[in-house]
């Protein structure tokens, strides 16, 4: 087996050297009639081709975005990676390293997961960000839990425009732990009076910018009556490209801003690996989950960097910790650093606008479509349709002409009573002739 | 020799030392390396995109203004960059990195070629399920040697890492407790004292209470130990097996029966997996669920701190709670349940946004394919065998908490045998830094003093294991003559000497400042 260097001969001479005659002498906690003594029933070992042919008769079944005008998004999106950022993140010293716990042979490590904190600062407009949480989705389960510390109050307000399954997992977890959910009905117009919701018990409202039918909210009144009550404002977004053009939480008065990272540097991945995104106000950070990466000096006065307000976390603080998190999402965070680090603001900037250009090209090539409705205002690089027919049919009827449209809303909440909602992305990735053929493939679709 | 051109061939007594200084800090092949936020400027873009064409914005009045405050780097210098930092970082590949219960096997590449065909990695998860018929035969197959590896019943693979998956597993017992009406009553989890942080962090998390199980001299847990802590208010035991004392729990039956008989759910932490694959089943021990770490047993990378991934195979009592998504066999080929009112069962709900970490399963598979049933087998053998090598190497010198007794993937030591050396745990595994080594796993478990935790796992070679324990050899009798300035002091050869982390945690700085603030952002 090429991955084993071990030889029979190593194996007995080992065996010798430590004092028993079989492999299973080592074994010998394990009961003796729950030892395995026939393999399982899978394959046998493959060599590389054949491993290969196999996954790559699997791969071949997908319809890669690359392959098709593209235009789906609603939490993960299709963007353009420099060829820099991949072959960087497949570097030995990164991708076989673990979790920073010796810091003197992990600098490279720190160092990004540093730079990492604070561009994510930068781009939210908050105080700290922290090295990464699994995804956008989690990221928002662990604000809630945040806040619920932060105010000691337990019922969270959910606003109809946040991304359906951050609101699931949102719910799952405070199901779990007994606490309060008040989700609002779905939103597509973003006219929802979520003010109204906000009282004395509530811990936080959560509410998504862009929201997951496009909408950009205005964040500062839902902050201005968040803290009269004494709760905080969770902002969340599943597009981090948008804040290259539009104006950030942190700038609306967020106390807590969570989201999806994958669009900087992460390829689609049919939904993970991603990195979730977590920023804070400096005086909650004693109260945040997950890895914080911090500046200090070595034995010899020389800047480094370490894992530090380690008394949060779990290792140490056990039962009583912010989380439960270990493992985060390192690697994507390298890719999400190193993709930053390429543009620069100004690049961001171009780039958003690209992104906010071919959306709104999309758009109005849309609504020209007999039948269709755009129903978003303001927006950034997505729009909700509402369709003469049910999305979910359309948008299979469009894959079978070649063009992944986008995505039925009812695919997020099927009780939402949005049935004729598509939500549509658009990205740099986006052509004129893309734009063409679904213009064409929609009117056929609607004929 | 005769030498024609003055240029010595041997050191020479004129030699600059180590300790010499050089103008630049940099020390030949190690780079110091500002911060991008240092070097970069604000003007400069590494990719190039041209500005959109006149168009009309449709952002209404939440236009973005002024500087964000990120800088620039051009391709070249980005790489370059990124290169030096890696140069900072020890890896597997590096040498041997026998960190205790992280698995730090080989990560073949194999792996990273296949989790880049455009058919997984361009593909969105929420495409027409007809579109992605070839990704959901991966869950399913992945899913199908998984069930099959443990004995269990079904698999819930969305958790995003070990932790996620330990509070997906507690959240199905949870539902299965509220289930039969009994979510007031059973409100407490066992969890030994040599348990991971995760585990006591998880079930507080989701509302249990948390009692701690006694260690036995041994390190295992003893049956009459748990048997004396249930009640009717437990709801279940979440127990490491392997232990992180590196030790199988020998009465493990009889602890899955007591839990059982009292009507509670028996968690593993299944961390350790990667001892006993093919040699046991945890569905043969009567596991109700357990997280299995992709990244440690099935070789997904660690990326320096995740992606990981970590799904949960469930027994028959609990994969009704399973929580959506997963894969069912449809009209038209495979389908994904993705809410819980269409599905049959009772799922507990959803834990992640999309399907879990696609990226993973992909190179997992890719592992378990490679292996098959025999290189699994054979690969959890030699990682015990390669353990037990380096016990055999250390025992005499280096004291082992339980005495001189057959472990499983990972051996541990204790600090007693540094007693009045003036060398601590720490100091040991920085000078371990020096000799070219990542050090063990440190103070953990906490059940030992001054844990030394080696899992050296089956990537490593004889001659690998003979030099890394000829060095530790050569490390433990330099501690025990009294040479402690080399262990306080350490590391003296890596990028930075020792870290001030109490400075760190004291005055937290955890973001790059202008020195002064020359451009303020104008949010
Ligand atoms: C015994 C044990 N349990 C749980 C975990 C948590 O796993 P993860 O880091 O994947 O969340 C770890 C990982 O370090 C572990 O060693």
Redesign the interface.
Known sequence: ??????SPD??S???A????DT?D???????AE???TE????????G?M???R??????????????VP?F?G???Y?HHV?A?V????????????????????????L??L??F???V???T?M???N??M?????AAGEAV?MAHRVTKRRKAVLSGGL?P??A??V???S????DKVVSLPADPRADEDILAAIDDETSCVVVQ?PDVFGN?R?LTKIAEKAHAHGALLIAAFTEVMS??????P??MGADIVVG?GQSIGN?????????GLFAARQKF?RQMPG??????????G?R???L????R?????????T??????????C?AFT?H????????????A??N???A??L?DALATVPGVEVIT????NEFTLKLPKDAAKV??AL?DKGV?GG?PYS??A??ADCDDLLLVAST?VNTDDDRAAYVAALKEVLA | MLNRQGRPTSAGDGAITADTGTFTGNRALMQEEALIFESGRYETTGVDFDEPENFSPRLGDLEREGDIGLPGLSEPEAMRHFVRLSQKNYGIDTGLFPLGSCTMKHNARLNERMARLPGFADVHPLQPVSSVQGALELMDELSRYLVTLTGMTSVALSPKAGAHGELCGMMAIKAAIDAKGEGETRRTVLVPESAHGTNPATAALIGFKVKTVPADTDGTVRVQAVKDLIGPDTAAIMLTNPNTCGLFEPEIVEIAQALHDAGAYFYCDGANFNAIVGKARPGDLGVDAMHINLHKTFSTPHGGGGPGSGPVVLSQRLAPYAPVPFVIPGAEGLTLVEHEQYAEEKPFGRITAFHGQMGMYVRALSYMLSHGSDGMKQASEDAVLNANYIRAGLRGLMSQPFGDKPCMHEALFDDSWLKDTGVSTLDFAKAMIDEGYHPMTMYFPLVVHGAMLVEPTESESKSSLDLFVAAMRDLAQAAKRGETERFTGAPYHAPRKRLDETRAARQPILRWTPREPVREAAE
């Open positions: 087996m090429r991955y084993l260097p071990l190593d194996r001479e080992m065996l050297k430590i004092g028993v492999i002498d080592l074994f010998a906690d394990v009961p729950k030892l395995l393999p399982l029933d899978l394959p046998r070992r493959k590389e054949e491993v290969e196999i996954l790559g008769r699997m791969a071949g079944r997908n319809v890669a975005a690359s392959t593209f789906v609603a939490g993960a299709k420099p820099t991949d072959h960087v993140i497949q570097r030995s010293e990164f991708l076989t390293s673990y979790t920073p716990y010796q810091p003197e042979i992990a600098q490279g490590t160092q990004y540093f730079e904190q604070t561009q600062a930068a781009l407009g105080d700290v960000a090295a990464s699994y995804d956008g989705s989690t839990l991304h399954h951050y699931d997992v719910e799952t977890l199901h779990m732990s007994g910018t950009l205005d804040l290259g053009l539009v104006k950030p942190g700038a999806e390829s689609l991945n049919f939904g993970g690996p991603y990195v950070v890895r914080l990466c911090g500046e200090t000096v070595d034995a010899e020389k480094g960097f370490v530090t307000l380690s008394t976390e779990q290792h140490i603080r056990r039962d009583k910790a989380s439960n998190i270990c493992t985060n999402s390192g690697l994507c390298l190193i930053m680090t390429l543009l620069g603001q100004v690049g961001l900037q171009r780039l606008r690209v906010h250009a071919n709104v090209a758009a205002g303001a927006f950034f948008v299979e894959a992944l995505v695919r997020l099927p009780d740099e």
